[in-house]
């Protein structure tokens, strides 16, 4: 699902989580904490007028429960990770839920700190990255089989992964590389390990991989070393298709859709609202501001899914009534509204213009919501949990989050409103 919105963030609302989606390698059993709802079985109950089955994301019996959800592909597919334990190298293996079965992607070597993967497509292919001895290197699994790609930079990972096996890698040769201007963008073929693509900077900036879509086009965001966010280009075949450096007062780019369209932030300073939203469709660009005239942005790092395939967005607009989802349509934008409280933000759409998030509540709470065809659906937790956090909505109109009680770690489920 990426080109989605991986967001290059201007600032935080409330706390959100990752996305997540596929892998292949059985996973040794190991039991869920003693949390509530700890077996794998589903619970149904009732939820703002509506039956709510919720499925853990976990084994049958309950073990290997994923602990954080990072990626989600069209077939609903989880990837997150698992705790292996004590001892374990890695003690936070990736690990992918489907059809009630958790497997785990395995590093390439034995003996890594860490072993991540944070990107999914719909071949099952998964990219991220493992550590060895302080050091990071992108990873492709493909059919649960993990291979290095290797761009001849000291560093590398793994940010982005499209449904032709393409991976945007970014590479850099010293620790401080957040920040060196010699930071590298690679395109690689998945399929085929040996053809890798440089993305040249512009100017000598640093650059960032946002997404890759499955025509080839990479989003990259550049950065002046030491200072913010500087701009964002889009690149295909070896050469820059739009530059995007010459937007006011760009503040971010959160998403890439399979057409090449993208959306961004930016602040004009012509005496307008700020931030608003800019638009790149066909060739043109164009700008949304919020309901009335009045602020929106969308490159929040709350927002994990700001784009859709169809070319509709998701964001946030500041008003008098507080900070309002929205959701940007065929040049309609739509109000989501709240919980009652003063306070909601998006954290993603699917190809069906579905919508999930979190809200505040009239008495200052917290819940999340559901939005599907102009209804606003109260999405409280199962019973035996007091809290309720989402992360990602399946292209199935499911809303994948986790459910906690006081004091106590989430526990993973697929929430099914019916």
């Known amino acids: 699902m990426d080109g989605r919105g991986q967001g290059v963030g201007r600032r935080a609302l409330v706390a959100g989580a990752a996305l997540g989606a596929t892998g292949l390698a059985a996973a040794p059993a190991r039991a869920a904490g003693s949390t509530a709802g700890k077996a794998g079985v589903a619970r149904v109950y009732g939820s703002g007028g509506h039956t709510v089955v919720a499925q853990p994301l976990a084994n049958g019996d309950g ?36 059809d009630g079965r958790v497997t785990v992607l395995p590093s390439p070597v034995e003996g890594a700190a860490d072993c991540g993967a944070t ?8 990219a991220g990255y493992y550590t ?5 290197h992108a990873t492709l699994w493909t059919g649960g089989v993990p291979r290095v790609l290797d761009i001849g930079t000291v560093y590398s ?45 512009l100017s000598g900036k640093g650059l960032a991989a946002v997404a890759v879509n499955d025509r080839g ?66 060739g043109a660009l164009g700008t949304v501001s919020g309901p009335g005239g009045g602020s929106a942005w969308v490159s929040d790092p ?83 949990f007091d809290g309720i956090a989402v992360d990602a909505i399946t292209e199935q109109g499911d809303v994948l989050g986790s459910a906690s009680t006081t004091g106590s770690a989430g526990v993973y489920f697929r929430f099914t409103v019916l």
């Open 63 to 98: 073990s290997n429960p994923l602990v954080q959800v990072r990626d989600v592909n069209r077939a609903g597919q989880v990837l997150g990770m698992i705790d292996a334990g004590e001892g374990a190298a890695p003690r936070w293996p990736s690990a992918i839920w489907a």
């Open 119 to 126: 990107r999914l497509n719909d071949r099952g292919q998964a």
């Open 132 to 136: 060895v001895a302080g050091r990071e």
């Open 157 to 201: 990972r793994a940010y982005a992964l499209n449904n032709a096996g393409q991976v945007a890698v970014r590479g850099y040769d010293q620790p401080s590389g957040e920040t060196a201007t010699w930071n590298t963008v690679c395109l690689v073929d998945g399929d085929d390990g040996d053809t890798v693509t440089t993305v040249e900077a």
């Open 217 to 282: 086009e990479v989003l990259v965001a550049t950065s002046v070393p030491q200072g913010g966010p500087h701009g964002a280009f889009l690149w295909r075949d070896g050469a820059v298709v739009t530059d995007f450096a010459g937007v006011t007062g760009l503040q971010g780019v959160a998403g890439l859709d399979v057409c090449g369209d993208v959306v961004g932030d930016f602040n004009a300073f012509d005496g307008g609202p700020d931030p608003r939203v800019f638009r790149w469709s066909g």
């Open 302 to 384: 709350a927002i994990h899914r700001a784009l859709n395939d169809s070319g509709d967005f998701v964001g946030v607009t500041s008003t008098s009534a507080g900070n309002r989802p929205f959701l940007w349509s065929a040049g309609t934008l739509t109000d989501i509204g709240t919980l009652g409280g003063r306070l909601a933000y998006p954290v993603g759409v699917n190809d069906a213009r579905q919508v999930t998030g979190v809200s505040q509540r009239t008495d200052g709470s917290y819940g999340a919501f559901l939005w599907r065809s102009g209804e606003l659906i109260d999405l409280t937790p199962p019973p035996g």
